[in-house]
């Protein structure tokens, strides 16, 4: 009995499905079958009664269950434990997306800077899949991210939501629009799109599919940089859409215009945060981000 095989039933158990509790585990759904099949060889009992349309826990299932969950957070525990004499406790370990580190992270760096300027900072940008796989391994006590995690060692808070806007460059061809940016202007106008997969591109790309299917867009450049795009956009190389909270500098200062997309879906930001084990400049931190997102 190893303990990827706990963390897979746990996964298993906890998700509902094979094949959920492989994308939580970053596995092949077969990989996650061989650990379970393995787990209740060593164990000579089955653990899991599956059928084409569900999944249940047996008895021992249900008994052992309880038991992995301890087993895996002794294990968790203990680690962490043993590496603390080893990291300055004065470390603020952050993970979070480039985007997010931009336009929200680094303004809460600002302000826990001036309570505490004896605190370091270490923040590691990445993508939000790798956020997750991140957690799992416990490398940082904090994550700022779209997809909520789900990991019994972190407390999950929702911090805001934006929703997309379209941005035109401050001409007067723009400032007459009153209300949402119209739909028929998608074929009309030059696009700056994103190169990648972003949460907010996939979203775009929902909302072109169900309100203009027919509409052929004029891409003029895919760019990932969002300080790129605003600024090809303030050109007028073209209009594009992007969060609202990217663009609130630059639309105060008439530098941009910025429109409501209707049907969009908001995204939202989640803070994760360690439950246990925090230095008392980590627990400041958690304090302060919890304060801030409450009082916004």
């Not at 303990?3 to 996964?11: G, I, M, P, R, S």
């Not at 970053?26 to 653990?47: A, D």
């Not at 009309?188 to 929902?206: D, K, M, N, V, Y």
């Amino acid at each position: 009995m190893d303990f990827k095989q706990l963390e897979t039933f746990v996964a298993a158990v906890d998700e509902g499905s094979f094949s959920n509790a492989a994308e939580r585990l970053q596995l092949s759904q077969s990989m996650v079958t061989i650990h379970i099949r393995n787990l209740e060889s060593e164990l000579g009992t089955r653990l899991l009664n599956r059928t084409t349309r569900s999944m249940e826990l047996s008895p021992d299932g249900r008994t052992f269950y309880t038991f992995a969950k301890q087993m895996l957070k002794l294990n968790r525990d203990s680690i962490f434990a043993l590496s603390r004499a080893n990291r300055d406790e004065r470390s603020v370990n952050i993970v979070t997306t480039p985007y997010i580190s931009r336009y929200y992270v680094a303004k809460r760096l600002v302000g826990f800077h001036r309570l505490h300027p004896e605190a370091a900072f270490n923040v590691i940008t990445t993508s939000s899949t790798d956020i997750h796989a991140r957690l799992q391994s416990e490398e940082a006590e904090f994550a700022f991210c779209t997809m909520k995690p789900m990991n019994d060692a972190y407390s999950v808070r929702h911090c805001e939501s934006a929703s997309l806007v379209v941005i035109t460059p401050d001409e007067a061809r723009f400032r007459g629009i009153e209300g949402p940016f119209p739909k028929a202007l998608f074929g009309e106008e030059p696009l700056i799109t994103r190169s990648g997969a972003s949460t907010l591109q996939q979203e775009f790309l929902r909302w072109s599919k169900l309100n203009i299917p027919e509409v052929k867009l004029k891409v003029a450049a895919a760019v990932d940089d969002t300080e790129t795009i605003k600024q090809l956009v303030s050109e007028g190389v073209g209009i594009a859409v992007i969060s609202e909270a990217a663009v609130r500098s630059e639309v105060a200062g008439g530098r941009l215009l910025a429109f409501s997309l209707e049907g969009t879906m908001p995204y939202h930001l989640y803070f994760a945060h360690r439950k246990k084990y925090l230095s008392p400049e980590q627990a400041a931190f958690r304090d302060y981000v919890l304060e801030s997102a409450k009082a916004e």
